[in-house]
């Protein structure tokens, strides 16, 4: 995929990085006011959104990888999530924990199998594996069919902080989303990143100089699917409910929408896509059908006149690195 | 009436049958993916909206213009092809320099696009659309009750494929577009006009789709999501099957709906998945696929 400069010398990144920090610190002050001036669930739904975009770029922005099968960590975690707190009584971080898990275990047998094939066979077999997953929770017991897990307990977390209060729980998604980030980030600068980058820019040459890259694949993948499912299993304790949609192939093709507007490959990319695409959803709502229409149509204008994203563009006029 | 394995001839044979529709339309469907992506190295996610446009236009022509089934056979495919051609020129020929995973981005769009548009006009509940007349009731075979339509069905699409590997394979027309798909400057340089029979080959590849979507419009029921669904169960036979060749694909489409309607009968819960099942242990065992060359 087409991809924003990327400074792999040492001393050019500690150059550049004080755009990093600053876009960081206008994020964090943003979302830390945020719930005064605009309703705490839309921003937790955005924030939730914005990691699994987020862990949805670390495979295709770092990786050159296109799933479009993420709905299934991002789904199932939710449902294990609601299930392990509602029929298990798990306290909230367990049942997180419950639903990250999931999506993990999920992410080793998906990955394992789908890496198999290359380029755009490996966008077809996630979403074949994906339907399939779909067709699993519609038929299982546990996931209530048609009506989801509904009323789902967000209960308290270590035992103290009760999460039915909305800022306790908008205080609780921000920390949690935070961290996904900045692991995300911690990953992507690693050594393992670097590996990374240069499988997405040249495999073969990759794999000649040692490196098994069909093992960092994987461990990418099933990272990108852990932190999609942490994602998940936020948003089923913020709106209680875990639901069909969230398996759906549809969900798949949103986060592809939200990293793709925001900026394939840049760190704040799919935040800001995350938060545009939600906005989008959440006020074109009335419209009934014609939202699929538009966000076709967003689809279509970002491949063909803006395959940067938001955050690219911005990037590339300031000339820094976001 | 007799029974195979505790199963009642009626119902075995009954599904044996609905599994071979179901496998004509995966192995038209695939049958296009395969022809577009070796010219485009395009994966069309458009492919199913166009098979559901077919259908719409054989429903829309009925409607509107009054014009039957065997007209609308014709009819259709070159109309959504011609919009596929259109497609092509204004959006997909701009891709083509660069990583095929944006031409899946992009027909994407496309698809949410047009399924969009017709939910918005027909809703998501079936339209149905009569059988022709002279394909109307059936014949006992003894062991199976046998309607016209889905013998018919069965047989053309078989006959479609047939003919489309023969044009492909056996036909110097067929010659230039395999040369094209390996080396389209080449074959350009030979003075043919390859930019041209891109765009005719995707318009073939999305005339294909717009003919299965005719003819399943009998069978189910019209409507905007018939083909998003179908068509990712076409992406998993694609991968059974690999992409590199043309029988392979028709073979694979086959089996697997045969395959299907085995499953309907003997454990019914699975035939939803038994596809993707499938795919997964070809990945484990062949990951080319089964007709592929390895990437």
Redesign the interface.
């Known amino acids: 995929m087409e991809r924003v400069v990327d400074p792999t010398v040492e001393s050019r990144r500690r150059e550049q990085g004080w755009s990093v920090n600053v876009a960081f610190a206008v994020m964090v002050a943003l979302l830390v006011a945020g719930p005064f001036v605009v309703y705490p669930v839309f921003l937790m739904k955005a924030l939730c959104f914005a990691l699994f975009a987020c862990a949805f770029n670390l495979l295709i922005g770092y990786v050159g990888l296109l799933s479009f099968g993420h709905a299934m960590f991002f789904g199932w975690a939710s449902y294990l999530a609601a299930y392990s707190a509602k029929a298990w009584g798990l306290p909230p971080e367990l049942a997180i924990i419950v639903g990250t898990a999931t999506a993990a275990v999920l992410g080793v047998v998906a990955g394992g199998l789908a890496i198999r094939r290359q380029g755009i066979y490996f966008a077809m077999i996630t979403l074949a594996l994906a339907q399939m997953m779909y067709f699993f929770a519609l038929q299982a017991k546990f996931t209530g069919g048609e009506d989801g897990i509904q009323g789902v307990p967000r209960g308290r977390l270590f035992g103290v902080f009760n999460l039915a209060n909305e800022m306790t729980m908008y205080v609780f998604v921000l920390v949690v989303v935070l961290a996904g980030f900045l692991l995300i980030y911690r990953i992507i600068n690693s050594p393992f990143g670097e590996v990374l980058k240069a499988i997405r820019e040249n495999e073969q040459r990759a794999i000649s100089l040692g490196y098994k890259s069909e093992r960092y694949k994987l461990v990418a993948f099933v990272l990108s699917a852990t932190l999609a499912g942490l994602a998940g299993s936020m948003n089923a304790l913020v709106f209680q409910l875990a639901s069909l949609t969230d398996v759906h192939w549809t969900m798949s093709g949103d986060v592809i929408l939200m990293t793709l507007l925001g900026g394939l490959g840049t760190v704040f990319g799919p935040v800001v896509g995350a938060l545009f695409v939600i906005t989008m959803q959440n006020y074109l709502a009335p419209f009934g059908q014609w939202v699929l229409v538009i966000q076709g149509a967003v689809f279509v204008v970002c491949v063909l006149l803006f395959r940067r994203g938001i955050v690219g563009e911005i990037a590339r006029i300031l000339r820094v690195q976001l | 009436m007799f029974e195979i394995f505790g199963i009642p001839s009626q119902a075995l044979f009954g599904q044996l049958l609905l599994g071979l529709i179901n496998g004509s339309f995966y192995a038209l469907l695939s049958l296009g993916l395969a022809v577009i ?1 070796g010219m485009l190295n395009i ?1 069309n996610f458009t492919h199913g909206a166009q098979y559901m446009m077919g259908a719409f236009a054989a429903y829309l022509l009925l409607q509107h213009v009054g014009v039957g089934y065997w007209e609308a056979l014709v009819v259709a495919p070159i109309a959504v092809g011609a919009t596929g051609m259109l497609i092509e020129r204004l ?1 997909l020929q ?2 083509r320099k ?5 031409g ?3 027909t ?10 017709f ?2 006009y027909y809703g998501s509940s079936g339209l149905p659309y009569q059988v022709p007349e002279a394909l109307r009731g059936g014949r006992n075979l003894g062991f199976m009750f046998l309607p016209n339509y889905r013998a018919w069905v069965i047989v053309f699409s078989l006959a479609v494929c047939l003919a489309t590997w023969f044009a492909i394979e056996r036909t110097q027309l067929g010659s230039y577009l395999r040369a094209a798909t390996e080396n389209p400057v080449l074959v350009r340089a030979f003075g043919i006009n390859v930019p041209r029979m891109v765009t005719l080959t995707y318009g073939f590849g999305v005339g294909l789709a717009a003919l299965a979507g005719v003819m399943a419009a009998p069978i189910y029921n019209v409507s905007p999501q018939m083909g ?2 179908l068509i ?2 076409v ?2 036979v ?2 059974i099957g690999g992409m590199g060749s043309i029988m392979g694909a028709i073979i694979t489409g086959f089996t697997l709906g045969i395959v299907e309607g085995l499953t309907k009968v003997f454990y019914p ?1 699975a035939s ?2 038994v596809i ?2 499938i ?2 242990i070809v ?2 065992i062949r ?2 696929g089964l007709f592929g060359r390895s ?1």
Not at chain 2, 98 to 102: A, I
Request: charged fraction near 10%; proline fraction near 4%; avoid cysteine.
């Open positions: 992506f994966i959006f701009h891709l660069l990583d095929p995973l944006y899946l981005l992009l994407f769009g496309l698809a949410i696009v047009i399924e969009g548009v939910r918005n998003s669904d990712i169960v992406f998993a694609v991968v819960e939803n998945t993707f099942v795919m997964a990945l484990l990951p080319a990437a």
